[in-house]
Each structure stands twice: as structure tokens, then as C-alpha cells.
């Protein structure tokens, strides 16, 4: 590849999927290059491995192990990205200047830049429903799973003490996330019960989805699959439902709104003849989707509807050049899938691949390369080292499913990780995690 004619300042907002892997993938196409810069900005203190907060969230060990197996402190990152030449600030990102084109931080300082990535992820979208964001705990960060595994260590210790007389566990949303988690959960119980903690008929998981089948958004033999091995290890399904309110104690659920040219009768929800009812919980998890950071309206950027960035199919953002984004925050609709890209730590990988390669083709004043939309494989895992998955079309469920989605995720680490991090995640599904299914 040629050397780019002139050095130029990369600042990196974020250091997510996205984020560390634009910024590894830059460091590795432009070396250590006199004057050329590259900084990444993130405000927090570790990269988190979210795809493994389940198994957080479920976790049998002390808090310190459960926290190693998902979350790379960021001082390992910085020297591990200092090596390869990249910088790191430890700031909170308020703003963006761009008559000026710099950063503004949280310290008061403006971190000027010649090409900006925006990398910031998502938070989780309660919908405007009523006590949600004050009563549930989202799947989203390492704070939410340490909480849930809290919650549900001290729930069977009051059970068995008699101090409550029902553990009563409601998870709202069956995507990938709300699939693997009551799974876990479920087997979590199930190790309560074999501990005699708990009696097999003292607790109950139910898992609410606003559509007919779980794994909504995959094939349809996946969701079968998906019922079956849910129903198997206890877990109710509440499909066609929502959640319409959420209280300290209890839950209003309700028949979810109908589509166009839809009745009542062709809903598969078990209550559709009432119009709500109220269910009393002890935990509930919210598992039901994400928004845009926040921060992104302060950043001066095109936003869509939602309030994610909308990007061309070459990562840079529509109408400013210099500017790119990456990740859960952007926009991309697939022409061929007629769909928006779906939120995928994959999809966020392979953007960032493409954002650091059109990086420096810009700076070589190269014509840029477009977005291949590929194929995202799906693998979840649904407890016991069991799954389901989809790999180049091929659709398979049982234990094979786990060693291939620890390989994608080793392959991960490996790239962009210093090996030592690397090696402690790795680790942790063959040990930490592990003991979640004996």
C-alpha cells in the first residue's frame, strides 16, 4: 500500500467493537509514521465484552472473576495501542466543534482532529414505558449484569429463608439477548435446586416478546428451535405481548398493538381477550433494544429520525467529509435486505475494517471502497454449552454451536487485544464460565 502523502490527526471517538478496531486496524495500515496521529477518547474504564454479560449476569464465582472474563482494563489498551502507536484519553466526549474541526472534552480542552470517528455505541431504549428505566435492570453494561447476579443470589438465599414464598423472574424482549439470558437463568435455577437452595416448583422465568416467535429477527427454524429448548429448561414464553407499565412489584403486560389488517384472533398471546394483566416480579430484566447514544446530538452530525448517524455505504457520514462512523450509532440501510444493518458486534467489526482502509485511501485522495453488506452469522447460545446457529447459510442447533462462537470470539481477541487480555478472556468461558452449566 502506498504511503500516504501527508500525516494527518485521527481522533477515534469511543473504543468499543468499533471504536479499538478502527483504531488497530489504522495503526496496522499506517505504522509509526512521523507526524501521522492517531487518539482514541473514551470515558470509561475497561472494553467491555457485552456478548458474555449473560454469563455475568448467571455467574457462579466471586465478582473479581466474573469481571476478568468480560472487561479489558483500558490501561492494558493503552499499552498495548501505545506500542502500535495510537494514544488514549481518558475523557468524556460533550461536543464536537467543527468551523474548528476539534473534539470538545469534558476537561474544557478542544482535541483537534483531520478525520473524526465516531464510534460511541447505544444505550438502552426503554420506549417511554411507564417506571421501565426506573424498575428494570437493562443487559447492557458490566454495573446492569453485576446487579442481576446479585439480585438473583439474593433472592434464593431470602427463599430459603423463607422470607419471600416465589421467586418470580420476568425478562422483557426474546432477541439474542433476552434468549440467552433466560436460558442462563434458567440453568442457574436449576443449579439452586440441585444445591437444595430452592425448591423446583419456587420459582418461575417468563420472557415477554412483542412478536409471534422468539428470535424474531432470524429464521424462522431458529426460533422453533429456540421455543423448544426454552420451554425444555422451564422458561414460559409470553409472545404477541408487552410490557405496558412497570412497577416496584409488579408488571402491567398487555396484548401487543395490532398491524394493519390484523385482529385480535390471529395474535398468539394467552391473554388477547383481556386488554392487560397484572403479574407480580422480583427481577425484571430488560432485554428489548437500544437507541442512539444520547451524545450524538451534541455532535453537530446528520442524524435520522432516531437519532443515530446516518453514514454512506463507505462509513462516512452523509455530506462531511472527514467524517466517519461505525457501530451501533449509525444508520446504514442494506439495499438487498431492505433493511436497516442490524446492532451486531460483527457488522460494527467489519465497519470499522472498512473505515480505517477509507481512511487512508482519503488521505492518498484514492476513491473510496463500499460497504459488502455480509453476511451475519448468528450463534446463540442457549445454556449447557447448547445453541443455535447460522453459519453461511447453514442453519445447526446443539453443543456445536458453542466452540464455534468461541472461535469467532477468540479470533477477536487475537486481532485486536494485547495477548495477555486476550488470553484472560479466553480463559473465561473454558473455566469461569464453564462452572455456570455443571
Known amino acids: 500500500m502506498a504511503t500516504p502523502q501527508r500525516c ?3 481522533v477515534i471517538l469511543g473504543a468499543g467493537f468499533g471504536g479499538l478496531t478502527t483504531a ?8 509509526k509514521r512521523e507526524g501521522c496521529e492517531i487518539v482514541v477518547v473514551d470515558k470509561c474504564t475497561h472494553h467491555l465484552y457485552r456478548p458474555w454479560l449473560y454469563e455475568v449476569a448467571t455467574g457462579n464465582a466471586p465478582e473479581e472473576r466474573l469481571k476478568s472474563g468480560v472487561a479489558t482494563p483500558y490501561e492494558d489498551l493503552r499499552t498495548h495501542l501505545s506500542g502500535l502507536g495510537v494514544k488514549v484519553e481518558y475523557q468524556e466526549v460533550i461536543g464536537v466543534d467543527w468551523e474548528t474541526k476539534s473534539v470538545k472534552l469534558c476537561d474544557d480542552r478542544g482535541l483537534p482532529f483531520d478525520h ?3 464510534a460511541l455505541g447505544a444505550s438502552p431504549d426503554f420506549y417511554g414505558i411507564e417506571g421501565l428505566e426506573q424498575h428494570a435492570v437493562p443487559m447492557y453494561s458490566l454495573q446492569n449484569a453485576l446487579v442481576v447476579q446479585r439480585k438473583l443470589v439474593h433472592l434464593v438465599e431470602q427463599k430459603r429463608r423463607n422470607e419471600i414464598p416465589f421467586i418470580r423472574i420476568l425478562i422483557g424482549g426474546a432477541g439474542p439477548t433476552g434468549v440467552e439470558f433466560a436460558c442462563e437463568a434458567a440453568q442457574f435455577m436449576k443449579t439452586q435446586v440441585r444445591k437444595k437452595m430452592l425448591g423446583a416448583s419456587e420459582y418461575s422465568i417468563e420472557l415477554v416478546e412483542a412478536s409471534p416467535r422468539p428470535l424474531q429477527a432470524l429464521h424462522p427454524q431458529l426460533s422453533a428451535w429456540a421455543k423448544t429448548r426454552l420451554e425444555k429448561l422451564g422458561v414460559k414464553l409470553l409472545l404477541d405481548a408487552c410490557i405496558k407499565g412497570a412497577h416496584k412489584d409488579h408488571v ?4 401487543r398493538p395490532l398491524k394493519p389488517g390484523e385482529t385480535m384472533d390471529m395474535l398468539v398471546c394467552d391473554f388477547k381477550n383481556e386488554n392487560q394483566k397484572e403479574v407480580t416480579t422480583d427481577l425484571l430484566v430488560w432485554c428489548g433494544g437500544f437507541r442512539a447514544n444520547p451524545i450524538m446530538k451534541n ?3 446528520t442524524l435520522n429520525e ?8 463507505t462509513m462516512q457520514v452523509r455530506n462531511m467529509p472527514g467524517a466517519w462512523a461505525v457501530g451501533d450509532c449509525i444508520a446504514l440501510f442494506d439495499p438487498s435486505a431492505k433493511r436497516p444493518v442490524p446492532q451486531l458486534a460483527q457488522g460494527a467489526i ?20 463500499r460497504y459488502g ?3 451475519m452469522h448468528a450463534l446463540v447460545p442457549m445454556g449447557g454449552a447448547w445453541g443455535v446457529g447460522e453459519v453461511f447459510g447453514i442453519r445447526f442447533k446443539g453443543v456445536w454451536v458453542w466452540p464455534v462462537r468461541l472461535a469467532a470470539d477468540i479470533r477477536y481477541f487475537l486481532r485486536t487485544l494485547p495477548l495477555r487480555s486476550a488470553w484472560k478472556l479466553i480463559r473465561a468461558p473454558l473455566t469461569v464460565f464453564r462452572r455456570n452449566n455443571l
Do not use: S, T, Y
Open 8 to 10: 494527518e490527526r485521527i
Open 24 to 31: 488497530v486496524q489504522l495503526a496496522k495500515r499506517l505504522g
Open 350 to 369: 467489519h465497519q470499522a475494517e472498512l473505515a480505517a482502509e477509507n481512511i487512508v485511501r482519503a488521505m492518498r485522495k484514492d476513491p473510496l471502497a
Open 306 to 313: 432516531r437519532g443515530k448517524i446516518e453514514v454512506d455505504d
Open 252 to 255: 402491567v403486560l398487555a396484548p
Open 116 to 118: 473524526l470517528v465516531v
Open 299 to 301: 455532535l453537530g452530525v
Open 373 to 375: 453488506f455480509p453476511a
